[in-house]
């Protein structure tokens, strides 16, 4: 007797007694890696044993081959089934089987295999003594060189000359990867002769894209009403593309050609909407605005198209709205859709770096829509480990996500935030009801000292910031610690902070900092337009955008110098840098006065007297990183230039110059301010009696004196209380920056005293 060997279910040694032969099975061939698409075959060789006195055993059953996806996380044995496959070899002692013999596994469309995961070709046998063996080989499923539509219109207008306005008369996206840059990508419109109407040529200069594309005139075919032609798409290497598309009599086109008035025909193609006539509105320079209603079978907003109406919209069919369109109207009727696209980056194979990527903040900009398991497949969402899904709410408590599980769902919920990724390139679809009331019990929150909340545009829209923060943060409806908003960046992976005069695109997630009187938040159907820029600034900017990168990211602080700012804090001028989140890579700078240690993305300072600041500039980066520093300047006087001070190396370099940079390798990891410092001067600058300008004292807490500013050296500290009387006197040796352990006192008013190599420095604290 002898005993089968099992370990997470699979016999891994065949056991023999007594000169007994167990079992054997070989893959002779199974490919090591598949296309997308591709198929898979594979031959297994197989001996049943003996045992040990002349009798051979036989199989019992089959010969078994699967395809299993391996997958640790959702499977604590590791294995997941996936697509089997079986021939029966019973009474059969040893041969030869493939693939051809097992139609699900011969058949298995690789193209819903995922090149992000791991999986494994198992064979096996259990002969006529009842052991069972098998095999396992992994398989690496890539991606071959492909294009497709991302987006293809269902029908086109019959009579077009020309195709005529570019990109909005016929939406056509072409998505390519793991191409062969170097060839040119053809696109045709045919009617249904399958003579040319339409067409244009793209030079591919890289292994994965997408173009819209931007049809010209180009052949003799005509398109007849009633008919069907065809778009046509091909490239080198990959299989063309060919999808029918109806030609039909009852579209008409917005041009603009005649200015911005709805009711003009000769701003339409087929003249203006009725209830017969089904409305497209590309983005063009003379948009659309109705002094009265519309009406029209179907209404279709293009990409950063938008229409201002007076009264109501009508559709007896549906609304559309594509990526950055916008409405403004009293009422709307029809299946209102507003579909945003998200991009999706190539993957690096450096697992973190893939998961942070191509993360968005949205917000619904319609009522009534929900997400469940068939919403993720219609807008293909992403998958993470377990049952993860790409759709996710701020965790307030911990600074976390809370993702979508399999099987899960759930309402959008009016004005709330979510974070959310496709696993492609493409729209989202938001479909549901049109919004026409303010919202005035969006939830603010504070958890512990935590008080971000993730927040969005719930119209189809766009939403005044300005306008935002006036309902929400002044006039003593002060809900927010600051009127500051922050949005993600995609591309650098990192929370920007955004003030002062800018729309906000319907559908965008931001985050917003409740104060201690936050209840809840409004926005208001006031706030709306459908201009997407602030059209009434027109004074140029004195700006300079310090930058910091490691060479993948990309960080950046801003300061403005505009009339009426303050060394202080300026609400709805000055923003913090984001605090939802950790920040191990960033670049901030400290308030000139009344510093309390808070760290500001954007900082506004007077616009004058431009030698006499000094900015303190904070990093946070490990140690060893190296990064390089450089600026970007705009309208500052003449005559004044801008140098980057590195105390530690005693240095000053000019960033204002063409492609001027200053890289350091950091030898301690950073966290504050201390090390460098901005300077707006004229003249050149030495290390000399400059300390004393840029010190700063302030309490991290009741029990801590945090000091910054100070060079390499010996320095004492005195604190006073108000009476004149010493309560602490301490000495210590700087390197930047330097806090101090306060003895247990009474709250109010002390005065500090420090003393460095440079001289005395006198400041008054509070301690509460």
């Known amino acids: 007797m002898f005993r089968k060997l099992l370990f997470f279910g699979l016999l891994l040694v065949g056991v023999s007694l007594q000169g007994q032969t167990g079992p054997s099975i070989t893959i002779d061939s199974a490919p090591l890696t598949v296309e997308v698409g591709g198929t898979i075959a594979v031959t297994v060789s197989f001996d049943a044993g003996d045992d040990g006195a002349g009798t051979d055993y036989t199989v019992d059953g089959n010969v078994g081959m699967i395809l299993r996806e391996y997958d640790t996380t959702t499977n604590p044995e590791g294995i997941v089934w996936k697509n089997a496959g079986n021939v029966s070899q019973n009474g059969v002692h040893a041969g030869t089987v493939n693939s051809n013999n097992l139609q699900a596994l011969n058949t298995v469309p690789s193209a819903d295999l995922d090149p992000g995961k791991e999986y494994r070709i ?127 009599n009852d579209i008409t086109r917005w041009t603009g050609s005649s200015g911005t008035d709805w009711d003009t025909a000769g701003n339409w193609t087929n003249g203006v909407p009725t209830a017969s006539l089904k409305a497209v509105v590309p983005d063009v320079f003379n948009l659309p605005v109705a002094s009265g209603s519309v009406t029209a079978i179907d209404l279709t907003l293009q990409d950063e198209a938008s229409l201002a109406v007076s009264g109501a919209v009508t559709a007896s069919g549906s609304v559309t709205l594509n990526s950055g369109s916008s409405l403004t109207a009293t009422s709307l009727s029809g299946a209102l859709t507003y579909n945003r696209s998200l991009s999706t980056p190539d993957l690096t194979g450096d697992s973190a770096a893939d998961n942070s990527a191509g993360w968005y903040l949205v917000s619904s900009p319609v009522s009534g829509e929900t ?67 303010n919202i005035t019990d969006i939830a603010l929150t504070i958890d512990g000292s935590n008080g971000y909340n993730l927040v969005g545009n719930p119209f189809i829209a766009y939403l005044s910031l300005s306008d935002l923060m006036t309902a929400n943060n002044s006039g003593g409806n002060d809900l927010l610690t600051e009127s500051t908003i922050w949005m993600w960046d995609s591309a650098n992976k990192t929370y920007n902070a955004t003030t002062g005069s800018v729309q906000i695109a319907p559908g965008q997630g931001f985050f917003v900092e409740a104060s201690a009187a936050a209840s809840t938040f409004t926005v208001n159907t006031s706030m709306l337009s459908t201009q997407t820029a602030d059209t009434f600034q027109k004074t140029a900017t004195t700006e300079i955008q310090l930058n910091i990168t490691d060479g993948d990211l990309t960080r950046y602080a801003k300061l403005n110098y505009v009339t009426g700012a303050t060394k202080e804090f300026d609400n709805s001028k000055d923003a913090k840098l984001f605090g939802g989140v950790a920040q191990p890579f960033a670049v901030y700078t400290s308030l000139l006065s009344n510093n309390v240690g808070k760290k500001y993305q954007i900082q506004s300072l007077p616009n004058s007297d431009f030698e006499s600041m000094i900015v303190p500039v904070g990093i946070n980066a490990a140690a060893d990183k190296e990064i390089t520093f450089s600026a970007a300047v705009l309208n500052l006087p003449s005559g004044i230039n801008v140098y980057l001070e590195d105390r530690q190396t005693n240095t000053f370099t000019r960033l204002d110059e063409a492609n001027s940079t200053y890289k350091v390798t950091l030898t301690a990891a950073l966290n504050d301010t201390g090390r460098f410092y901005l300077h707006t001067r004229a003249s050149v600058l030495s290390t000399d009696n400059l300390e004393l300008d840029t010190i700063s004292i302030y309490k991290t807490n009741n029990s801590t004196l945090r000091i910054t500013g100070l060079t390499q050296g010996k320095s004492s500290l005195k604190l006073f209380n108000i009476l004149g009387k010493q309560v602490l006197n301490t000495s210590f040796t700087s390197n930047g920056v330097s806090d101090v352990n306060l003895p247990s006192l009474a709250t109010g008013i002390y005065i500090v005293q420090l003393s460095t190599e440079n001289g005395m420095l006198n400041k008054k604290i509070t301690l509460e």
């Open 122 to 248: 198992v064979c096996w046998i259990t002969n006529s003594d009842g052991v069972r063996i098998e095999k396992q080989q992994v398989i690496t499923v890539i991606e071959g060189p492909n294009i497709k539509y991302t987006s293809l219109p269902t029908e086109i207008a019959a009579g077009i000359s020309g195709v005529g306005v570019g990109k909005g008369s016929v939406k056509t996206i072409v998505t390519w990867s793991n191409v062969t840059p170097g060839s040119t990508l053809y696109n045709q419109l045919r009617d249904a002769n399958g003579v040319q109407v339409g067409g244009k040529t793209y030079a591919i200069t890289t292994a994965d894209g997408s173009q819209e594309i931007e049809w010209g005139y180009f052949g003799g075919g005509e398109l007849v009403a009633g008919t069907t032609g065809t778009i046509n798409s091909n490239y080198a290497g990959t299989t063309d593309l060919s999808e029918p598309v109806s030609i039909v």
């Open 371 to 437: 997400y469940d398991d068939t919403w993720v497949t219609n807008n293909d969402i992403a998958y993470g480990s377990g049952d993860n899904r790409g759709i996710s709410t701020y965790v307030q408590a911990d600074d976390t996500w809370s993702y979508m599980q399999s099987g899960g769902g759930n309402s959008f919920n009016e004005g709330i935030g979510y974070s959310m990724k496709r696993a492609s390139t493409g729209d989202v679809s938001f479909t549901g009801s049109f919004r026409a009331s």
